[in-house]
């Protein structure tokens, strides 16, 4: 038995690109399988309620959504054209608990984009700076930029509050050198210099130390210390490594303060 029908019916609306999706119409009562099975609605009851609704909403709907599309969303198949998108349940939500009529707009481009030198967008991000498309319904790696690209305001005008669809995917990183990412070459070039200077304060003050000792004992008691010398400058080496160390928690936990905010 071949598995597409119900591919299809789960993932997959059957329109053209130039038509908009409005709510509760009778033909999305079929490619909604889940939600009807969910509040049990028969035919007769949809029909009823959808008639309703129009009485009360002009062309039952109180906002209106244009969604982008990558290309590879678009599928012909038995010579009729599919959008199938792994968001469907989103776009089911939009459509039953919003009543939003959804309107697709397909991007050129089969990525999400990046940030130019010049300020502009490329990929289906182009489409959203471009004011063309009002959501997305795929996770992009979140960044300053692209958070300054997206207007979360108001998601549903109207009466209706701002909701978020998210879901959270957490990436393992492995890289060995993230440390370094929290501050740019500027920042590491200042701390590496504040190390140095601590460094070379701390071996002055014990070199003044050491010849004020020599001056006040006996020359006896500065043979004994002399006889330490190799035993000191492994302490000497211990207190660079340990100016190292406090220098990097420190580092860390202003990177850790910095991320956090």
């Given at each position: 038995m071949s598995i597409l029908p119900k591919l299809i019916n789960d993932f997959c609306f059957k329109m053209d690109l130039n038509e908009t999706i409005w709510p509760l119409d009778i033909s999305l009562y079929n490619s909604m399988p889940v939600i009807s099975s969910t509040i049990s609605w028969s035919m007769s009851s949809f029909q009823n309620f959808a008639q309703i609704e129009r009485e009360k909403v002009d062309r039952n709907t109180s906002c209106n959504l244009r969604a982008g599309l990558f290309p590879n969303e678009i599928f012909i198949i038995y010579g009729e054209q599919y959008i199938c998108s792994s968001s469907y349940e989103i776009y089911l939500m939009?459509?039953?608990?919003?009543?939003?009529?959804?309107?697709?707009?397909?991007?050129?481009?089969?990525?999400?984009?990046?940030?130019?030198?010049?300020?502009?967008?490329?990929?289906?991000?182009?489409?959203?700076?471009?004011?063309?498309?009002?959501?997305?319904?795929?996770?992009?790696?979140?960044?300053?930029?692209?958070?300054?690209?997206?207007?979360?305001?108001?998601?549903?005008?109207?009466?209706?509050?701002?909701?978020?669809?998210?879901?959270?995917?957490?990436?393992?990183?492995?890289?060995?050198?993230?440390?370094?990412?929290?501050?740019?070459?500027?920042?590491?070039?200042?701390?590496?210099?504040?190390?140095?200077?601590?460094?070379?304060?701390?071996?002055?003050?014990?070199c003044l130390i050491a010849i004020n000792l020599k001056e006040k004992f006996c020359p006896s008691m500065f043979i004994v210390h002399h006889s330490s010398n190799r035993s000191n400058q492994w302490l000497r080496f211990h207190h660079i490594v340990n100016n190292l160390i406090d220098m990097f928690v420190l580092s860390a936990k202003f990177a850790t303060i910095r991320n956090s905010k």
């Open positions: 939009l459509l039953h608990y919003y009543r939003c009529s959804i309107s697709f707009v397909v991007s050129n481009e089969s990525y999400g984009g990046y940030l130019t030198s010049n300020g502009s967008w490329t990929g289906i991000l182009k489409l959203v700076q471009q004011n063309k498309i009002d959501f997305i319904p795929h996770m992009f790696s979140m960044e300053y930029n692209r958070h300054q690209l997206l207007d979360h305001k108001q998601l549903f005008p109207q009466e209706h509050t701002t909701t978020m669809l998210t879901q959270k995917h957490y990436l393992i990183n492995d890289d060995p050198f993230r440390l370094f990412h929290a501050y740019t070459l500027d920042i590491w070039l200042l701390i590496l210099t504040s190390f140095l200077c601590f460094t070379f304060l701390t071996n002055s003050l014990e």
